[in-house]
Each structure stands twice: as structure tokens, then as C-alpha cells.
């Protein structure tokens, strides 16, 4: 996004533009894997990193996300600032866990709403906002 | 191994609130007029890959499109935190959806007067999952005015879903619709719980 290549090329005749997508495929990072292996990564749930930058971590785009979950952040959080697709770092996220570089916190189960005590909670802190 | 962490910041509970609404009626604003953090933009990368292929299967394929979806954050509390997601505009991204709104606590509808249609798509689904909605009607400068009850009307939603003004770009006014939201999903929560 921010280094994007395409930036101010939308004008005139060209044989690619910003519909052709990313010019080198997300997926070389992955090895070509477009899945995560064992576990799927909502977009919400909290990654933390249990080691500092190792030595032999596979790559820079697997360092680039254990330094940024120093303190912990999102799974959405994560693909955002590594700019790359979520489903890309879903399968580097999946190298991490089975490392154990990384610790994930899900959210709650998703078949019920939060409870009574979390939801004045929340209109609390909006409300102070 | 992953609940041993004595040393750092706790952890936070996460929650999403999603933002749904036709193309242009303004999700992103409505997002970064409340989020402690310029909005973020995520993407997912589609394929066309494994349909009855024989030897790409696992492997990406050359046909691909990417989808954004634009969230912003709010710090309820250092153990809470409230993400606000975007929904992608085009329909024909619905599965991407039921991603989104798994887990949501609830979705804001931005409805823009000139474009009411838009919302129609937004409501049915979240109508369909029992995912809690308000609709909030984003009055632009100059935009042609309507009432709550003329906009209630012309969407047909059930009485009890709130339907309110909003301006997307305004904080105090964004704050209110999603204190109205998670209000409502707390009028639901406690209708639920037998007494």
C-alpha cells in the first residue's frame, strides 16, 4: 500500500494496473502453501510473541511478524502493518505456532453474545470516549 | 505454554463491531471519526484455484483479485479492545462476510438517502444471521433530508432495530451510534436470559 508499486501509473496505456493485482504473488512467500496447516486465525484473535527475533526463523516476513507482536495485536493488526493478505499471513502465522515463536488468544466462542458485564463495559468506555 | 506470560501487557479481550453499507456511504469515515488509530486497511487475495484441476491443487493460480477491508481500533479498557471492521462493498464478496460477522458483537448498517437500495443486501443478511444491527443514516452536507420514520419505512426493518441520524464524520455523533448499538445488543442479551 504504501509502497506500491502501481502509484501514479493509472494514467495512460499500460499492460498492467491495479486491477492486475500484486505484481510479485503473495503466495511466493508461503512457499506456494495457501493454507494454514492445522489451525485457522480469526481476525481478531491476539497473537503474542514468545521469544525475541530468533536467530533461525525461516524468513524476514515471519521476523517482520514476531517483532510486531512484541505487545500484543491482532491478527488483522499483523497482516496490516506486514502489508501482506490475511490469507498469507495465516500460513506464516500457522510456521510460528507450530515453532512455538508465537501464542495465540482467541476471542470468545462465537455462538453467543458477550455478557451482560463485558457489554456495559463497553458502552462505559464509548461513552467516555 | 501460551498462558505463561507474567513478564508483559495482559492480553486484551477482543470484540468486532462490523460496518456495512452500499459502496461511497462513507464506512471508512464513520470508522476513523472514532478509531484511536488511522484506519488500517486489510487484504485478502482470491483465487480461482482448485476447481477440478489436476496438479495446482494447494497452489495459487494466476487468477486472482484482491479484496480490502478497511478497521480501526478503540481501547475500551487495558482489558478490552473493540474492533471496527469494514465491510467490502460488493456483494459478490458475501462469503467474506461470514468471516466478518462470525463472532461480531453486533453491525452498524450505514445507509446513504440517495442509495437506500444499497442497504437492502446488508440488513437481509444480518436479519438472517440474528447478528444485532442498527441502521444509521448518514446525512452528507446538503444531502436531501429525511425523517427516522420515512427511512424506517422505505427499509422495512422491525420495529425494534434502531434506526438513527448519524454524520460519518463526526466523533460524537459515530460514538452515539455505536453506544446505541452495543446498547441494543444488551437489550437483546437480557431479553434472552430467562428471568
Not at chain 1, 502501481?6 to 503473495?26: Q, S, Y
Not at chain 1, 480469526?42 to 510473541?49: E, K, S
Amino acid at each position: 500500500m504504501s509502497t506500491d508499486p502501481l502509484d501514479g501509473v493509472e494514467e495512460g496505456p499500460a499492460w498492467w494496473d491495479h486491477e492486475a493485482g500484486p505484481v510479485v504473488r503473495p503466495y511466493m512467500v508461503t512457499g506456494g502453501r495457501v493454507r494454514p496447516v492445522t489451525v485457522d486465525f480469526d481476525l481478531i484473535t491476539f497473537l503474542v510473541a514468545t521469544a525475541t527475533l530468533a536467530a533461525d526463523t525461516p524468513s524476514p516476513e515471519h521476523q517482520a511478524i514476531l517483532a510486531l507482536t512484541q505487545e500484543p495485536r491482532a491478527v488483522a493488526e499483523v497482516a496490516s502493518r506486514v502489508d501482506l493478505p490475511l490469507g498469507v499471513v495465516r500460513v506464516l502465522l500457522c510456521d510460528l505456532l507450530s515453532d512455538g515463536l508465537i501464542a495465540r488468544y482467541d476471542p470468545p466462542p462465537t455462538d453467543h453474545l458477550p455478557n451482560v458485564e463485558t457489554l456495559q463495559a463497553v458502552i462505559h468506555g464509548l461513552r467516555a470516549l | 505454554m501460551d498462558s505463561v506470560r507474567s513478564d508483559t501487557a495482559p492480553v486484551p479481550q477482543a470484540l468486532k463491531i462490523l460496518v456495512a453499507g452500499g459502496f461511497g456511504a462513507g464506512k471508512t469515515t464513520l470508522v476513523g471519526a472514532v478509531s484511536e488509530i488511522a484506519p488500517l486497511r486489510t487484504e485478502e487475495v482470491l483465487t480461482t484455484a482448485g476447481v477440478g484441476t489436476d496438479d495446482t491443487t494447494g497452489v495459487a493460480t494466476k487468477t486472482t483479485t484482491t479484496v480490502a477491508m478497511d478497521f480501526g481500533r478503540i481501547t475500551i479498557n487495558p482489558s478490552l479492545v473493540l474492533y471496527l471492521f469494514g465491510t467490502p462493498g460488493q456483494n459478490r464478496f458475501w462469503f467474506l462476510w461470514d468471516e466478518l460477522a462470525t463472532g461480531a458483537l453486533g453491525a452498524v448498517v450505514l445507509a446513504d438517502t440517495r442509495r437506500l437500495a444499497d442497504s437492502f443486501a446488508a440488513i437481509d443478511y444480518f436479519e438472517q444471521r440474528n447478528t444485532p444491527f442498527v441502521i444509521a443514516v448518514n446525512c452528507f452536507d446538503n444531502d436531501q433530508r429525511y425523517t427516522v420514520e420515512q427511512v424506517r419505512e422505505a427499509l422495512d426493518v422491525d420495529g425494534h432495530v434502531p434506526v438513527l441520524l448519524t454524520d460519518a464524520r463526526d466523533r460524537m455523533s459515530v460514538k452515539n451510534v455505536l453506544i446505541t448499538l452495543v446498547e441494543h445488543v444488551l437489550t437483546m442479551v437480557r431479553s434472552s436470559v430467562p428471568a
